[in-house]
């Protein structure tokens, strides 16, 4: 009879946590499109320390207005790595590789995130992924691979340097944040990560847009709008939720399909060509996210 409740109770919470967690992907899959809007009138470093002092005004309004109490000491190191990869790390250096590549191409390097999470969350939380989602995530994280190599001709540029650093220090922020997100609500977790940003965001913001030349234009302010308050905040708000429902490594294979939404987004808000190998990749990622979900976790 145990067995029978737990079950019922545990099939409505992954179904929720995997809607939560591919709400947080749509949400990302947005960022470079963002990103690319928002340099058309800001420097990289003034988008991203802007970027970051925005996202830290949304948070600290719903901390105090949501009177979420001051998180326990052993709790800040956690949120320093949370801070040091999703909210600094990850956002400079994919703002740095698009200022030469395209968004199409960084948005399939950074396919490779989910199989890197997933390498991180079983060396943090102890999770043990089965021989099939490994196989799985690693058909997945093949095939974008492939798809890269394909666009670019063979060779990596300096940008595609700074993408794979963005999926090390990402892929660090996103399993400490899943972690944390099982102790307290993930809006929580991203809202004092934040915070703790704050004292070095708004120093670094007024010495950017002094330094750095800016123009104020509608995509420009849309896009830095969009990457403070949908990426930095709102998308880490769901997806923590949703990590902690269903695990660290099984959401972050929900992943595999951001890429592929990037490049839809590339096409209808920065006229960007779609490769011709979109759609087979598109097809075959899928085909690995449903086997990943499928799978068992201990």
């Excluded at 949400?27 to 320390?49: D, H, K, M, Q, R």
């Excluded at 709008?225 to 269903?246: E, P, T």
């Excluded at 890429?259 to 096409?267: F, R």
């Amino acid at each position: 009879m145990t067995v029978q409740n737990s079950a019922t109770t545990e099939a409505p919470i992954a179904v929720g946590g995997t809607v939560l967690a591919a709400l947080g992907v749509v949400a990302f899959s947005l960022t470079f499109p963002a990103t690319a809007w928002g340099l058309e009138g800001f420097g990289p470093w003034s988008l991203v320390s802007v970027r970051c002092v925005l996202a830290a005004l949304i948070a600290g309004a719903a901390l105090i207005a949501l009177r979420a109490p001051v998180p326990e000491r052993r709790q800040w190191a956690g949120l320093a790595v949370v801070a040091g990869g999703v909210v600094i790390g990850f956002p400079l250096l994919t703002t740095l590789a698009l200022q030469t590549s395209t968004t199409s191409h960084a948005a399939v390097v950074v396919g490779l995130l989910p199989l890197t999470t997933a390498a991180f969350s079983v060396v943090r939380t102890g999770s043990r992924p089965s021989r099939t989602f490994w196989v799985s995530a690693l058909a997945g994280a093949a095939v974008v691979i492939i798809f890269t190599v394909q666009q670019s001709g063979g060779a990596l540029s300096t940008g595609d340097m700074y993408l794979f650093g963005a999926l090390l220090v990402c892929a660090a922020g996103y399993t400490e944040g899943g972690r944390l997100a099982r102790e307290m609500p993930g809006w929580r977790v991203i809202g004092w990560a934040l915070i703790l940003c704050l004292p070095l965001a708004v120093p670094a913001a007024a010495v950017a847009l002094v330094t750095e030349p800016v123009q104020v234009t509608a995509h420009s302010i849309a896009g830095v709008a969009w990457v403070a308050a949908g990426s930095q905040f709102l998308g880490l708000v769901v997806w923590y939720r949703g990590m902690a429902d269903i695990g660290v490594a099984k959401a972050s294979q929900l992943q595999l399909g951001q890429p592929l939404l990037t490049l839809v987004w590339s096409v209808v808000l920065l006229g960007e060509q779609l490769p011709v190998a979109a759609p087979v990749a598109a097809v075959a990622v899928l085909v690995c996210i449903a086997v990943t979900q499928r799978s068992r976790t201990r």
